[in-house]
């Protein structure tokens, strides 16, 4: 493969950015959520910002070779902006990490998908340009919306007539939720019309709705972190203070509502996967019992829980806060 496809040619990122964002499905690689293009950026799946003594040390743990290209697309992948903080990817190595060692292996195999699309582009004149640009407009900015209502329909029309599928393209939406901490959940078009009927027939608040299953569930984590912490300490026992999501991201990826049995009340059923990081301090006595040692406690979690509740014309959506695990919710531990 040309070796000229590579995150050192500045002038092509923005077309790297496609590519890789094409290549691996239109999602975030680390937390596999759908995510816009605009909402992407590029990542080092081996970090670039490494010493040497850390880097050969990583290409060691990885089986990469010394000369190793960390600017290739084997070693690049699309990441969204919350994954790419604190309690996430970051500028963390993963020593031998599975996950990472797996990231590896797909972009590896995706190689020669981004660079053919690099590639064609390059072939592809000022009409290549061009749709690139629109992809990458910065659509807060009330001046390019206005631009794009005016003259856009035009190439949307000229898109159905070579193929109207072009058109039928996921749409993705974010719901913003203040339960105390920050949480945002990922609405995709697929679920367009049950939304419709949430928000706009029944006029459900949805952003409110969830704020009772979602603190339920977080109850449900801290207990779960507390005892994970607990088994870290073999002889003394551990005060741990509540703990914090510092990241802490949910996607919608089912919904029932009966729709051909409305009457005063409406049974729904959300299905939730959920996937973040949690914080907190925590306190023990050293094993010799010399003194308090003060630690930070960690947690990743990730699971799938059914959220139930019901619609009535008196009281609107109530959802439980008693949210049901559908699967076992994962929960790894550690102490800093």
């Known amino acids: 493969m040309p070796a ?26 680390w937390c596999d959520v759908p995510k816009t293009y605009l909402d992407v950026e590029i990542d080092h799946i081996v970090p670039k910002g490494l010493d040497q ?14 000369d190793f290209d960390l600017h290739d697309p084997a070693n690049l992948a699309p990441i969204c902006d919350p994954c790419n903080g604190r309690g ?27 660079v053919r699309t690099v590639l064609d582009f390059r072939k592809g004149g000022d009409v290549a340009k061009a749709l690139l640009e629109l992809a990458s407009a910065d659509t807060l900015v ?41 949480v945002r959940i990922d609405l995709e078009s697929r679920f367009a019309h049950e939304l419709w009927f949430l928000e706009g027939f029944l006029d459900c608040d949805l952003e409110t709705a969830l704020v009772e299953p979602l603190g339920g569930l977080m109850r449900q984590l801290t207990m779960e972190m507390e005892h994970g912490l607990q088994g870290h300490s073999e002889f003394e026992p551990i005060d741990v203070g509540p703990p914090v999501p510092y990241v802490f991201d949910v996607r919608l990826i089912e919904i ?63 959802l439980s806060d008693d949210v049901i695990p559908e699967q076992d919710i994962k929960i790894d531990t550690w102490l800093e």
């Open 4 to 29: 000229d496809v590579s995150y050192s040619r500045a002038t092509e990122r923005r077309l790297l950015r496609f590519a890789l964002w094409q290549a691996w499905g239109m999602k975030c690689y």
């Open 53 to 66: 003594t850390q880097l050969q040390q990583a290409l060691k743990d990885y089986g990469l070779p010394a």
């Open 88 to 114: 996430r990817k970051g500028p963390n190595t993963y020593s031998g990490a599975a996950v990472v060692l797996d990231h590896l292996r797909k972009a590896g195999e995706l190689r020669g998908k981004v």
């Open 142 to 182: 009330a001046a390019v919306r206005d631009h794009f209502r005016a003259y856009f329909p035009a190439v949307a029309s000229t898109a159905a007539s070579i193929d109207p599928a072009l058109l039928d393209l996921p749409i993705y939406r974010e719901l913003n939720i203040d339960c105390g901490y920050p």
């Open 256 to 318: 029932h509502v009966p729709r051909e049995a409305l009457g005063s009340e409406i049974e729904i059923e959300l299905v939730l996967r959920f996937d973040g990081g949690l914080t907190s301090s925590a306190t023990r006595y050293a094993d010799d019992g010399s003194e308090r040692l003060e630690l930070q406690g960690e947690a990743e979690v990730s699971g799938t829980v059914l959220v139930q509740g019901t619609w009535s014309a008196d009281n609107g959506l109530s």
